[in-house]
């Protein structure tokens, strides 16, 4: 049975503007910060607390919370 994790990651891979968020300079920034294998096993075992901490370690950043806006606006752009 897929997380909802899993089920929002495959909502947001179909949205175009969420690859061109990745390749932002904020967002290529965050990516060298953090450790894909690590959110994709928290992700996979529902490990909520691992993926609160990595938000809260993207959002204690400048280049974190400018992509968290660019999130926000692609989101709201439907």
């Known amino acids: 049975m897929a997380t909802e994790f899993e089920k929002l990651e495959r909502e947001l ?19 060298s910060q953090l450790d894909g294998a ?13 993926l609160q901490s990595a938000l809260q370690k993207v959002l204690s950043t400048p280049e974190g919370r400018a992509l ?10 439907k």
């Open 68 to 77: 968290a806006e660019k999130v926000q606006k692609a989101v709201g752009s």
């Open 13 to 31: 891979r179909g949205k175009k503007q969420f690859g061109a968020l990745a390749d932002t300079p904020e967002g290529k920034a965050l990516a």
């Open 38 to 50: 690590a959110l994709a096993r928290a992700v996979r075992q529902g490990d909520t607390a691992a």
